[in-house]
């Protein structure tokens, strides 16, 4: 079955320094991977997406991940945090069985330190 | 303006009283699901709908109830709502159910005391 791990719960930036946030994936064939945010009080809004092809994606806000294969990684990155981006972040992969279409990881909150 | 709009956002309950969390998105999107947000544990689908009629347990289906009767309506029903259901609930609604992006709902905040 397909999992996602997150391994860091909290994570607290200073405003101005790069950010990575770490996701690694349990899948048995090629993943579809997803990373949201979800702002306090918000709904989840999609960062960005990987299907195939370049292995760095971009997305919106000034956010990019990398999908490297050799380490089930999907590390999401930003090289300057505002504080605007505090919040909860999701790494999701793809699971195309049958009706399912994402499984979640926990979660990484975001903190950022004016 | 294209979204997914789930009600009430917050709702304060007793053990045991009915509820119905409704959920309707206008971006005619064959697939809807229900998911639970708990500290820690991410989110968990709860019950998915491929298309009208089409309904189907998730990986949490125990307490809950769906129906899809027309395509853009996904309620999500608690027949007899225990303290342990109090969580936060998302619906969300895709084009399909392959991978493509799901749209979020802004969240339904129960509570069941």
């Known amino acids: 079955a397909q999992s996602v791990t997150q391994p860091d719960i909290h994570i607290t930036v200073s405003e101005g320094a790069s950010l990575e946030l770490r996701c690694n994936y349990s899948?048995?064939?090629?993943?579809?991977l997803f990373w949201y945010v979800q702002s306090p009080g918000q709904g989840l809004q999609l960062l960005l997406k990987y299907f195939s092809g370049d292995t760095l994606v971009q997305g919106i806000k000034g956010f990019e991940a990398e999908f490297k294969r050799s380490q089930s990684s999907f590390n999401l990155r930003k090289p300057s945090v505002h504080w605007s981006d505090a919040a909860e972040y999701f790494c999701?992969?793809?699971?195309?069985?049958?009706?399912?279409?994402?499984?979640f990881g926990p979660g990484t909150r975001l903190s950022v330190l004016p | 303006e294209a979204q997914v709009t789930q009600n009430p956002r917050y709702l304060i309950t007793v053990t045991g009283k009915k509820l119905t969390v409704t959920c309707s998105q206008n971006m005619n999107h064959e697939y809807m699901s229900w998911y639970r947000q708990d500290p820690g544990l991410g989110l968990r689908q709860i019950y998915y709908s491929m298309n009208v009629e089409v309904t189907d347990k998730g990986d949490v289906p125990e307490g809950y109830k769906v129906s899809r009767k027309e395509k853009r309506n996904f309620p999500l029903i608690l027949e007899s709502p225990s303290p342990n259901q109090t969580s936060l609930y998302f619906c969300?609604?895709?084009?399909?159910?392959?991978?493509?992006?799901?749209?979020f709902g802004q969240g339904t905040r129960l509570t069941v005391v």
């Open positions: 999701a992969v793809g699971a195309p069985n049958y009706g399912q279409n994402f499984v």
């Open positions: 969300a609604s895709s084009f399909s159910e392959m991978n493509t992006e799901a749209f």
């Open positions: 899948y048995g064939a090629t993943p579809y």
